[in-house]
């Protein structure tokens, strides 16, 4: 399981240009995995024994110039698909995408900004202040366990300013997921992108048709619709004299739920149970001046309703519902990521921000606009890469963790090394994996001296560094 993990963050090394900044990376990784609270960086040179006088160095690692984003995330997709256990369905890569919402309060904290909070929970309230992320996970295992392994997990909102400064585009959450999504989908070969209702709009499948006739790359799209969608059927031939009509007479998708004598019934494995389905499927034209063809899968189980959409046209409808039904693994990997390895607990801030101001209004300028020095510019900038590197230093993380789980779950459960009142008869769980590797680190320390991760953390500890002035001395 330590050549696993060793053999994987060595694929990195290419991605740094100073080796000092690979040695920090490999700490950073191994400390989220094993970390045993959320107390920030200070957690990592506890729980690894790191010498206290390196956490300024290992603080400014996260703002260097010797490492970059984009480069890492391609990267990362590489391993990916050379180590992990991919799921696929006829051929199809699975990739899930979604956006989580997390709550910073930081007055100096780049692209914090109010966020409305959709949840069923009373005790949550309707607004936060925070950062939105969009993420990109791929479907892995198989039939008796899954994971979404995240892929990408960047900010999407409250950067429009920073983003001018760049050089970059600004685009919406939903435009902005299909890009990374299409990203992957260059590496994985072709893929389907499962997501959530609201990314079903006209910009976003805009977005999908302009990449994949530039690039070649074959990404379809399953998401959920609204209740209220309209659809419309394909223009009758058309033989007099104007402009020949786009689309046919108006369809209220949800009516048809009515027409109980078009609908079939199958039995699906669905959420890991088997349930009586009942579903109908039709091809329609979607979009206001789009007037894309969609394949529209109604389906009833359970007293519940729902509207699938896919512009994959040729897809079993079947499939297309149990592609549907793996998109709640990346709601799965959202609760790990924050809970188990505490993925979110960055406190990344600039002296050059301008205070965050709860009482703004939509009128008033943006205060990042005021702005000239280009130092300042600089290093607000920075501030971003290091929350965003951090977070992908934590996905990095969970996503080892999940490969480990689905290839040496046999090895950790005839260890007994914590008790469960209800354990897992073939695949762990990532709580169990971070417990296992939490409690083994440092006797792998000592009987995996070759390994190069290893001797990395061996080099920052406290006590070889101590080793080292008492035989100078």
């Not at 999407?156 to 685009?171: A, Q």
């Not at 951090?390 to 689905?406: K, T």
């Amino acid at each position: 399981m330590w050549k696993f993990i060793d053999q994987i963050l060595c694929e990195f090394r290419k991605c740094f240009s100073r080796q000092a900044s690979f040695e920090w990376f490999v700490i950073i990784v191994i400390g989220c995995m094993i970390r045993s609270d959320a107390q920030g960086i200070t957690t990592l040179v506890r729980d690894l024994y790191i010498n206290p006088e390196l956490y300024t160095t290992m603080l400014e690692f996260f703002r260097a110039n010797s490492w970059n984003i984009d480069a890492m995330i391609t990267c990362w997709v590489k391993v990916i698909k050379k180590f992990a256990p991919i799921h696929k369905v006829d051929g199809y890569t699975i990739l899930i995408g979604d956006g989580v919402k997390q709550s910073k309060e930081g007055k100096k904290m780049p692209a914090v900004k109010k966020l409305y909070q959709e949840s069923e929970n009373s005790s949550k309230p309707n607004y936060m202040y925070g950062h939105m992320f969009g993420c990109i996970g791929v479907l892995a295992g198989n039939v008796l366990k899954m994971f979404c392994i995240p892929i990408s997990l960047r900010l999407h909102d409250g950067l429009d300013t920073i983003n001018t400064w760049k050089g970059t585009l600004n685009n919406s959450h939903v435009v902005q997921t299909i890009i990374d999504g299409f990203e992957v989908a260059k590496t994985m070969g072709k893929s389907i992108l499962a997501l959530d209702r609201y990314y079903l709009t006209v910009p976003g499948l805009e977005k999908l048709n302009n990449l994949t006739q530039k690039f070649k790359v074959h990404l379809d799209i399953i998401t959920k619709s609204k209740k209220n969608c309209t659809a419309y059927e394909e223009a009758p031939p058309y033989k007099g004299r104007g402009r020949p009509p786009k689309k046919g007479p108006t369809v209220k998708i949800m009516n048809l739920f009515e027409k109980k004598e078009l609908f079939r019934n199958e039995i699906i494995e669905l959420y890991g149970k088997k349930e009586n389905v009942s579903y109908y499927c039709i091809n329609l034209l979607w979009g206001k001046k789009l007037y894309k063809k969609l394949r529209f899968v109604l389906v009833e189980y359970s007293g519940c309703k729902s509207i699938l959409a896919s512009t994959n046209l040729e897809l079993d409808p079947i499939k297309i519902i149990q592609i549907y039904g793996y998109r709640f693994k990346i709601e799965c990997l959202f609760r790990e990521l924050k809970q188990i390895i505490q993925g979110f607990c960055y406190h990344f801030w600039s002296k050059y921000m301008p205070k965050l101001n709860r009482y703004k209004k939509k009128t008033d300028p943006e205060p990042l606009e005021e702005i000239n020095c280009q130092k300042a510019k600089n290093r607000i900038i920075l501030a971003v890469k290091a929350i965003e590197g951090f977070v992908m230093f934590n996905y990095i993380a969970i996503g080892i963790v999940q490969m480990v789980s689905l290839l040496f779950s046999e090895k950790i459960n005839k260890s007994f090394f914590r008790f469960l009142r209800t354990p897992s008869l073939k695949f762990v769980s990532e709580a169990t994996v971070v417990c296992y590797i939490r409690k083994n680190i440092f006797a792998a320390l000592a009987f995996n001296a070759d390994l190069t991760i290893l001797q990395i953390i061996r080099k920052k500890q406290l006590d070889t560094i101590m080793h080292q002035e008492m035989d100078v001395s």
